[in-house]
């Protein structure tokens, strides 16, 4: 059974550095084809890709978001960690991490399963 | 902004069907027929409903189909029932190498 957990700081300072880890189980992110996304859902607002890690370590970000990301992976952990830097009011929400659902070989896919979600609130 | 329009509410009555549409407003979005479609309640994970256009995941019920016509992807939800009252969001893959969701439909089941 593939599951994940989001856990990270559940309020950050404005202008402060945001880091959340993805830890999961029932696969292992050194397996061919495999590859872990970040989205987010701000209050009562759509759903939004952030970013995206692939088994071979490539990397895809959100354009609007992009110069503010970073993801990783610690495979031995079987955890995926996204930095967001320069944190504002506006990027508070659920954020939420999903295994892709078919080999990351193209593109074209789809999230299954998703993590429960993690609140983060951006406040002085 | 979201190239991927789709209607704010859609409510039905118990029995009823309804289809919830998501339409392509940029051509950066890549294949339409690989739309995928996730059921959202609130305060619980996002679940994938139809993947590939009109493919159905196991464990969901037949009374969700997706198809397409066009730009425009559609979810039908057949048999309304009180708990498919949730947000629905379609996504699409763009040949920026990103993904994108469309703007989110509230069903209501009246």
């Known amino acids: 059974q593939v599951t994940l957990r989001e856990s990270g700081p559940a309020l950050v300072k404005p202008t402060q550095t945001l880091t959340l880890t993805c830890t999961f189980s029932?696969?292992?992110?050194?397996?061919?084809?495999?590859?872990v996304s970040w989205i987010r859902q701000p209050p009562g607002k759509a759903l939004e890709w952030l970013a995206r890690i692939d088994w071979d370590d490539d990397k895809y970000y959100s354009t609007s978001l992009k110069t503010r990301l970073t993801i990783s992976k610690d495979t031995s952990k079987n955890q995926v960690v996204l930095t967001m830097t320069n944190m504002d009011p506006v990027d508070t929400g659920t954020y939420y991490c999903?295994?892709?659902?078919?080999?990351?070989?193209?593109?074209?896919?789809?999230?299954?399963?998703w993590g429960q979600g993690t609140l983060v609130t951006v406040s002085s | 902004q979201s190239a991927l329009t789709q209607p704010a509410s859609v409510s039905g009555s118990p029995g009823q069907s309804i289809t919830i549409s998501c339409t392509e407003t940029s051509s950066d979005v890549g294949s339409y027929k690989l739309v995928s479609w996730y059921q959202v309640h609130p305060g619980k994970a996002p679940k994938l409903m139809i993947y590939e256009g009109s493919k159905r995941p196991s464990g969901v019920s037949n009374r969700f189909s997706g198809s397409n016509s066009g730009n425009t992807a559609s979810l039908t939800i057949s048999g309304l029932q009180a708990e498919d009252e949730a947000d629905y969001y379609c996504c699409s893959y763009t040949r920026s190498s990103t993904y994108v969701f469309g703007t989110g439909t509230k069903v209501t089941v009246l």
């Open positions: 029932g696969f292992s992110l050194s397996t061919s084809g495999m590859c």
């Open positions: 999903a295994r892709m659902g078919a080999d990351c070989y193209s593109g074209e896919n789809w999230f299954d399963p």
